[in-house]
């Protein structure tokens, strides 16, 4: 019943973007398995439709390539521990794993090169 509910809340929020975005394509996936089911939700069957909608909210994570990607990731993460994809412990670990892929980004952008203003200002001196 709690899961029905905040599925229902994320749905609503997802319906206002006018486009779908990379975190976005989870959720989508998500839906997609879960809305086929018309069966008791608290069967069997219900499980096995809950491990494949999970599994395909896990396939659909978006890539951690780009600074953008990255942020996506956090949401679509921090999106599907509200659904009960991932558990607190995988959480943690996969929002670790975008803190590492956003420093390595920030770390291949190339820095401002201050030391020849520097030098060129001696030099006048």
């Known amino acids: 019943m709690r899961r029905t509910a ?11 973007k006018p486009k779908q975005s990379a975190d976005g394509k989870c959720l989508a996936a998500y839906q997609a398995i879960v809305s086929k089911f018309r069966g008791d939700r608290h069967s069997q069957a219900w499980c096995a439709v809950q491990d494949e909608a999970e599994e395909a909210y896990k396939a ?27 558990d607190g412990g995988q959480a943690s670990k996969l929002l670790y794993a975008a803190q590492v892929a956003l420093s390595t980004l920030h770390q291949s952008k190339p820095r401002r090169a201050a030391a020849p203003r520097a030098k060129a200002s001696r030099e006048a001196a």
Do not use: C, K, W
Not at 6 to 16: F, G, K
Not at 68 to 77: F, I, L, M, Q, T
């Open 60 to 86: 659909n994570l978006p890539l951690m390539d780009s600074v953008e990607h990255v942020r996506a990731y956090v949401s679509a993460v921090a999106q599907g521990v509200v659904l009960g994809v991932f």
């Open 6 to 16: 905040i599925l229902r809340l994320v749905q609503a929020t997802s319906a206002a």
